[in-house]
């Protein structure tokens, strides 16, 4: 039982490269969420999902996408990165509304 | 919209003391979740503690307690008899619906 793995751990990124950051779980969550963490801003929601095909926003989700076609993938999308999007990037990941399962980070460098 | 405030960015407290960390925390849902979470110096995040709106009791997990005041929408956490791995961010969080929303975090440091 792996959990939620995230790969990569780390990326460096050219202004304007898109890229695709990667989450998967084996625990059979429905839910499943994306956050960044930036220094003194705690962790902010970008993307959630409760179940394959259904996909919302959080609180700053512009320059992010996602989609969820099976349970176990919750992949997210930067379009077109700009330095702004430099944050270390968490997935989680929830069967019920209480414990989250949290991945251990993507740490991202836009330059 | 659902807000939840920390407003100890920094903490200090001694070997075997007892501490409270300050959440506060605004929804007009009736139904929600508070949650408490720890992040090492490593980086990864760790549940703590849990609290349903519902709840009657306050919740406790071994050395940490959830003082759950819901008229003044207050939700602390206390460690007691801090250990030196207690050095942390710790991050106050609630659920309303779907959406999970975390706090700025306070950094808490124990001295020998």
């Known amino acids: 039982n792996a959990g939620v793995t995230q790969t990569p751990k780390f990326q460096v990124l050219k202004t304007g490269q898109s890229m695709t950051l990667q989450c998967a779980q084996d625990m059979n969550h429905e839910y499943m969420s994306w956050y960044r963490q930036d220094p003194g801003m705690g962790l902010r929601l970008i993307h959630y999902s409760v179940g394959a095909g259904i996909t919302d926003q959080g609180e700053v989700p512009n320059g992010y996408n996602v989609s969820r076609s099976t349970t176990e993938d919750f992949p997210l999308r930067l379009l077109s990165a700009a330095p702004s999007q430099t944050s270390v990037y968490f997935c989680a990941s929830s069967s019920n509304a209480v414990e989250q399962y949290f991945g251990p980070g993507t740490r991202l460098t836009v330059t | 919209a659902q807000k939840i405030t920390q407003t100890q960015p920094g903490m200090f407290v001694q070997e075997k003391e007892a501490v409270t960390l300050d959440c506060t925390y605004d929804t007009s849902d009736p139904s929600y979740g508070l949650f408490w979470y720890k992040q090492p110096s490593s980086g990864e995040m760790i549940f703590l503690i849990y609290q349903g709106s519902y709840d009657q009791q306050n919740a406790t997990e071994g050395r940490y307690s959830l003082n759950f005041q819901k008229a003044r929408k207050s939700a602390n956490l206390v460690i007691s008899a801090s250990q030196l791995g207690d050095s942390a961010m710790y991050f106050c969080?609630?659920?309303?619906?779907?959406?999970?929303?975390f706090g700025k975090g306070t950094s808490l440091l124990v001295t020998p």
């Open positions: 969080a609630m659920r309303v619906r779907d959406a999970l929303n």
